[in-house]
């Protein structure tokens, strides 16, 4: 009972933090000023190190959520909580400007709705496992801050500035079904909702009788999200266990998820403002245009992802993963995109992971998942006629340690990529994540005595 309450005291502290320590990102990133902004990754800890294998990788103590088939294959209760820090270069050739951001990242609780322990007790096998999965994540973030100088003829030279803050949450409810562990089907229900905010200015300097123009739209997203999938998981070498049980499992699992398209509906606020200077002390303001609560609606894409894992035992995994987001079909009347205004996009991953010896009782870093990954993707932007193409590394460690008497472990892991790299503005980044994972096999657990 003690623990857990602490796994409900934990997750309560971090629901009631989340949304104050979400506003502190400080990020600068242009093309979030498209869609609803920079999509957040939906792969967990150990899942991103590899480059993003959700499509397909299962695990009995780890996350994933991108394919929720994969809850049925736990077998203890899983808490995972995650953060991240990234460092940004942007450059458009000229200038180069360098960006901190950091933020909790997402909090997760999934667990197996029958303990398999009983079974053992009980000496009975049964075909069917059900999980269940409960999810707070952002959906996509809007941060940057762009200027430059302009002019026009009979006017003195001005600055442009274009600003965009905000983002969007999810709140994910999920449940998978497992037969004979093997075939699992899943499924993902979730709440969307945030508040975006954009501002173009056009600025003069400090001359006399010249007018700022401030023109501000900020809009809510409201709407509901789904995703589902299947994975088949088997055993290949099982005739040659049954003549020598000391060998390691082969196993390879392959998956499908995927989600139709997902409407939402926006309530925006639109003000044009404009600013005369007539002395250092003396401004006049007018308001040309003051609108509120215009109702709006929009569609996010249709999304489909595809992918197969090969696992030697406890020692060594390798997958590839496919996945492709219909943005061409994406509209969004509030920011005035219309369907077409963006492209499908696609993204390949290749990853996987070593563990030299989990067994090991003398050497920790033995028992150390040692993970690795390389990914490249297409973005929904087309500039110039020309894809905005994102491609990168990850790696990361997975190293176990001990809480409460069960086997936890902490995920710390680098993504090092490049977004746009021949388009009028390249973006080179640093992303750190640091996941724990803690895990608790006595859920649901039926005492023998009491």
């Not at 709140?171 to 089907?185: E, H, Q, R, T, V």
């Not at 945030?194 to 200015?201: A, P, S």
């Not at 920790?364 to 390389?374: H, S």
Request: glycine content about 8%; overall charge positive.
């Amino acid at each position: 009972m003690q623990r857990k309450f602490n796994f409900l005291l934990t997750i309560f502290l971090c629901v009631l933090f989340y949304h104050t320590t979400f506003a502190q990102t400080n990020d600068n990133s242009p093309y979030s000023r498209y869609g609803i902004g920079d999509l957040t990754d939906n792969h967990f800890g150990g899942l991103r190190q590899m480059g993003g294998l959700g499509a397909s990788y299962i695990d009995a103590y780890q996350l994933n959520i991108v394919n929720p088939a994969s809850y049925s294959f736990l077998n203890a209760t899983v808490f995972d909580v995650g953060v991240f820090a990234k460092h940004t270069w942007l450059n458009d050739n000229i200038n180069t400007s360098k960006t901190w951001t950091g933020n909790l990242e997402y909090i997760s609780l999934a667990f197996p709705l029958t303990n398999p322990i009983n079974a053992r007790y009980d000496g009975v096998q049964k075909n069917y496992k059900l999980a269940m999965n409960i999810t707070l994540m952002p959906h996509s973030t809007v941060n940057y801050n762009v200027a430059f100088a302009d002019s026009l003829a009979g006017f003195p030279a001005f600055t442009r500035n274009y600003l965009g803050n905000g983002g969007t949450y999810k709140l994910l409810w999920g449940n998978a079904i497992n037969y004979k562990n093997k075939l699992s089907f899943g499924l993902n229900l979730g709440y969307l909702f945030g508040n975006l905010e954009y501002e173009r200015n056009i600025l003069f300097p400090s001359t006399a009788y010249l007018y700022n123009d401030y023109f501000t739209t900020d809009y809510n997203v409201k709407g509901f999200l789904w995703n589902a999938g299947i994975i088949y998981s088997d055993i290949i070498n099982k005739k040659a266990i049954e003549e020598n049980k000391s060998l390691p499992a082969k196993r390879i699992s392959v998956g499908i998820n995927f989600n139709s398209a997902n409407s939402f509906r926006t309530k925006s606020n639109i003000s044009h403002m404009l600013e005369q200077r007539i002395t250092a002390s003396v401004v006049v303001q007018d308001t040309v245009q003051l609108v509120s609560n215009v109702a709006g609606k929009g569609k996010l894409p249709a999304e489909f992802g595809a992918g197969v894992t090969y696992y030697h035992g406890e020692k060594l995994a390798i997958g590839f993963n496919y996945s492709s987001a219909f943005w061409a079909d994406y509209y969004n009347e509030a920011s005035g995109e219309s369907k077409g205004s963006l492209s499908t996009t696609q993204k390949f991953v290749l990853g996987g992971y070593y563990r030299p010896n989990y067994k090991s009782f003398d050497n920790y870093f033995d028992r150390v998942y040692y993970r690795y990954g390389a990914y490249y993707g297409t973005d929904p932007l087309v500039v110039n006629d020309k894809r905005i193409d994102t491609y990168g590394i990850t790696f990361g460690l997975g190293m176990p340690f001990i809480f409460q008497r069960k086997v936890s472990s902490v995920n710390l892991g680098a993504n090092l990529g490049i977004r746009g790299k021949n388009s009028p503005i390249s973006e080179k980044f640093i992303k750190i994540s640091l996941g724990v994972n803690f895990n608790d096999d006595e859920w649901f657990l039926k005492r023998k005595y009491n």
